[in-house]
């Protein structure tokens, strides 16, 4: 399940946003027991940004507000350009020889310079990082086409029944997350690969869609 929430507050009075956000993460703690953080700004990679600061820095007591551009320039430049969202292991080496090291650095670099080290989407974090909105709000998460559960195996497979019990296992995995995102099946694929490459691929059709527990094995 996510871990975190998209709010749009933007129909709330200015002043009325920060005790809101300490009142939402007061409830949370109360109802729930889980302590959280709240980030406030106007992109959701800034958002994500502040959240990262109120959770790192006592000072602001699990709520950080990054909607004043003077409030950003102060506090960008302490923020590790890894700790941007989207911006992974590769991206942050490859920012890193250029000398970009913190979201402040990001921020500054051209658009189309972000695009052709980082695709499109770097493009999109260097517009958010300045506080020009690219991501809309999810207000329905979008209906899932196909649910996977992968793994390999640590040591070769030489018999069916570890095979059975892997397919099986993994089948539940697969039929658990289906359920938790309130979908149904209508084919379902199983594929085993070795090394060298040979691909033993079944396909069956499921006759009336459902997300049951109970997986059906594949004999020999």
Not at 80 to 87: D, F, K, L, Q, T
Not at 155 to 162: D, H, R
């Amino acid at each position: 399940m996510p871990n975190e929430s998209f709010l749009n507050l933007s129909e709330f009075n200015g002043r009325e946003v920060e005790p809101l956000a300490r009142e939402l993460r007061d409830r949370v703690h109360r109802w729930v027991g889980i302590p959280t953080c709240v980030g406030i700004a106007p992109t959701k990679t800034l958002a994500k940004v502040t959240n990262f600061i109120a959770k790192e820095r006592p000072q602001y007591r699990g709520v950080c507000d990054l909607r004043s551009s003077r409030v950003r320039a102060e506090l960008l430049p302490t923020v590790p350009v890894e700790e941007v969202w989207g911006i992974g292991g590769a991206s942050a080496a490859k920012l890193a020889k250029l000398g970009i090291l913190t979201a402040a650095h990001l921020a500054a670099l051209e658009p189309d310079d972000a695009r052709a080290l980082m695709t499109v989407t770097g493009g999109r974090t260097v517009y958010e990082l300045r506080g020009i909105s690219c991501m809309p709000l999810e207000l329905i998460e979008p209906t899932r086409k196909g649910i996977a559960v992968t793994r390999s195996f640590g040591a070769p497979v030489t018999s069916w029944q570890p095979m059975r019990e892997a397919i099986a296992s993994y089948a539940t995995r697969a039929a658990e997350k289906m359920r938790r995102y309130r979908v149904a099946a209508e084919n379902i694929s199983s594929s085993c690969t070795q090394i060298p490459s040979t691909t033993i691929r079944s396909m069956p059709t499921v006759l009336r869609p459902g997300s049951r527990k109970q997986p059906t094995t594949p004999g020999k």
